[in-house]
């Protein structure tokens, strides 16, 4: 069964901090699709990354960067010299190939403080 | 490109009433739209998933009778929340799929606040 667990719920740090959200996954098919998500307080979700998974390159978008690694079914998203408006809730999600749905982690609310 | 309304917004309703909210793909046509629900400070859960033209499937736990979803073209379904509650309120967000997308392509639209008085 597919199951994305993000532990932590609530995260604080001050401003140009660098803060990284953990994200790991389980999933029984070799042919898979991760995501992250933002979901600023406005609540539309802000699609952020997908990966899929026979790409273990890491990746780097500005001050964001992922490293997904398979050995432990991880894909930790990082906020270097994080900003305000980078407070929201993120998501990681997975969806599995042929199938519909996306699952969704219970997200991490992030907060950065002035 | 690639972009998901939904209508409203926001709506607040009288207990016993129903609520009908639209999701339109703007730009492209889409087979399938997803019609996910989200508690405050909760995750996303997937209700139910409709195809152009056919039935939803809904997720186990989601009465159907009461989330009726109908898909009539390949830009819009919609979602009715018949004989609306409190406990009903909550903010529901659909997404879309585009003709021979893969699996994991989805487009969000920007959400619906429900509350129910």
């Known amino acids: 069964a597919q199951k994305v667990t993000q532990a932590q719920t609530e995260i604080s740090v001050v401003e140009k901090e660098d803060v990284t959200l953990d994200c790991v996954y389980e999933?029984?098919?070799?042919?898979?699709?991760l995501f992250w998500y933002k979901q600023p307080p406005s609540g539309e979700l802000v699609f952020l990354i997908r990966r899929n998974s026979f790409d273990e390159q890491n990746e780097i978008s500005g001050r964001y960067s992922w490293n997904f690694q398979k050995s432990t079914s991880s894909f930790n998203f990082t906020i270097t010299a994080s900003q305000v408006v980078d407070s929201a809730v993120y998501f990681c999600?997975?969806?599995?190939?042929?199938?519909?749905?996306?699952?969704f982690g219970k997200g991490t609310r992030l907060h950065i403080l002035p | 490109g690639a972009v998901v309304s939904q209508h409203p917004s926001r709506v607040i309703c009288k207990s016993g009433t129903s609520v009908k909210i639209e999701c339109r793909s703007l730009?492209?046509?889409?087979?399938?739209m997803f019609w996910y629900r989200q508690f405050p400070k909760q995750s996303l859960m997937l209700m139910a998933t409709s195809n152009e033209g056919s039935k939803a499937t809904y997720e186990q736990g989601v009465e159907k009778d009461k989330f009726l979803i109908n898909h009539a073209s390949l830009t819009l379904s919609t979602l009715t929340v018949t004989s609306a509650h409190p406990e009903d309120s909550s903010f529901y967000i659909c997404?879309?799929?585009?003709?021979?997308?893969?699996?994991?392509?989805?487009?969000f639209g920007p959400g619906t606040r429900l509350t129910v008085l």
């Open positions: 997404s879309a799929r585009a003709l021979a997308m893969t699996s994991d392509t989805q487009y």
């Open positions: 999600a997975l969806s599995e190939e042929g199938d519909d749905k996306i699952i």
């Open positions: 999933t029984r098919d070799t042919t898979y699709y």
């Open positions: 730009d492209f046509q889409a087979t399938t």
